[in-house]
């Protein structure tokens, strides 16, 4: 068998993880196969701006995120999300933390891999949405800031494993990793993966004007301009903050009640 991947790529915490999202779900199956526990769900909470390449917690991003949480609690008790959040040390890149929701016993839980707290405007918006839970953030630190650390979402999947395990009280299943720890651990699913046939690409002939060159060059100034503007905004920071937090909760929510009643219009669930 031809492995995919190199041993020496997949243990180097410094390389991206795994790019190809079909991989990630042949990863993600695996990881959980010996489990009774429902694949983690993909949540992107921000907006992307077409000429920025960062994106920001704004309104939009929290209604929606709201809503999905919403309405997910609507099919499982428990829900867990490999949640995508604009970066806070770079611009242009993005990080992996992971969520969890209890619906039976109100609580939330949080792991960032860099050991940090909840941030405050989710913190403040899921007070909102869902006002009983308790909200727990789990502050080991896992990644190494001194080095290019890109671990954060292979180490998001294995937290919410470890978040299941102390569900169902199963802690001696509980692995804790590091970013090394994790990276050699998924190795042995990850050598699984086969090569497969390459696909011939097509070229695509691009007009080279002088013209364009130049709208080319505008673009980019501006689309640097707006990135690093994005990675500095903070919703915590506008004035009407406290405000702005209330009116997307309370958007989040009636969309949500319409769609629970819609699916009780349907006979898809009940009262």
Same mark, same amino acid.
């Given at each position: 068998?031809?492995?995919?991947?190199?041993?020496?790529?997949?243990?180097?915490?410094?390389?991206?993880?795994?790019?190809?999202?079909?991989?990630?779900?042949?990863?993600?199956?695996?990881?959980?196969?010996?489990?009774?526990?429902?694949?983690?769900?993909?949540?992107?909470?921000?907006?992307?701006?077409?000429?920025?390449?960062?994106?920001?917690?704004?309104?939009?991003?929290?209604?929606?995120?709201?809503?999905?949480?919403?309405?997910?609690?609507?099919?499982?008790?428990?829900?867990?999300?490999?949640?995508?959040?604009?970066?806070?040390?770079?611009?242009?890149?993005?990080?992996?933390?992971?969520?969890?929701?209890?619906?039976?016993?109100?609580?939330?839980?949080?792991?960032?891999?860099?050991?940090?707290?909840?941030?405050?405007?989710?913190?403040?918006?899921?007070?909102?949405?869902?006002?009983?839970?308790?909200?727990?953030?789990?502050?080991?630190?896992?990644?190494?800031?001194?080095?290019?650390?890109?671990?954060?979402?292979?180490?998001?999947?294995?937290?919410?494993?470890?978040?299941?395990?102390?569900?169902?009280?199963?802690?001696?299943?509980?692995?804790?990793?590091?970013?090394? &720890? /994790?990276?050699?651990?998924?190795? $042995?699913?990850?050598? =699984?993966? *086969?090569?497969?046939? @390459? %696909? &011939? /690409?097509?070229?695509?002939?691009? $007009?080279?004007?002088? =013209?364009? *060159?130049?709208?080319? @060059? %505008?673009?980019?100034?501006?689309?640097?301009? $707006?990135?690093?503007?994005?990675?500095?905004?903070?919703?915590?920071?506008?004035?009407?903050?406290?405000?702005?937090?209330?009116?997307?909760?309370?958007?989040?929510?009636?969309?949500?009640?319409?769609?629970?009643?819609?699916?009780?219009?349907?006979?898809?669930?009940?009262?």
């Amino acid at each position: 068998m031809s492995t995919k991947y190199s041993k020496e790529d997949i243990t180097d915490i410094t390389k991206p993880f795994i790019q190809d999202c079909l991989d990630a779900d042949f990863i993600q199956d695996k990881m959980y196969e010996r489990t009774n526990f429902s694949h983690p769900e993909k949540i992107n909470l921000f907006t992307r701006k077409e000429n920025s390449d960062h994106g920001i917690i704004d309104k939009q991003a929290l209604i929606k995120f709201g809503e999905q949480i919403l309405n997910n609690n609507l099919y499982a008790s428990i829900n867990a999300y490999n949640m995508i959040l604009p970066s806070v040390n770079a611009a242009g890149c993005f990080h992996a933390v992971a969520l969890m929701t209890d619906c039976k016993a109100k609580t939330i839980w949080y792991q960032d891999s860099y050991g940090t707290e909840i941030r405050q405007e989710i913190k403040d918006f899921l007070k909102q949405i869902l006002p009983n839970y308790k909200i727990t953030s789990f502050t080991q630190i896992q990644q190494d800031k001194k080095r290019n650390d890109q671990s954060c979402y292979l180490l998001a999947e294995y937290n919410l494993l470890d978040m299941w395990f102390r569900k169902s009280n199963q802690i001696d299943k509980i692995k804790s990793y590091t970013s090394d &720890e /994790a990276r050699q651990a998924v190795w $042995n699913i990850v050598q =699984q993966i *086969e090569i497969s046939p @390459k %696909k &011939e /690409a097509k070229i695509l002939k691009r $007009n080279k004007t002088p =013209q364009n *060159e130049v709208l080319s @060059k %505008k673009y980019l100034l501006e689309c640097q301009k $707006n990135t690093y503007k994005d990675f500095k905004y903070n919703l915590t920071q506008e004035k009407n903050y406290k405000e702005i937090i209330k009116q997307a909760a309370h958007t989040a929510t009636s969309k949500h009640l319409l769609y629970k009643q819609g699916l009780i219009d349907l006979n898809l669930i009940s009262k």
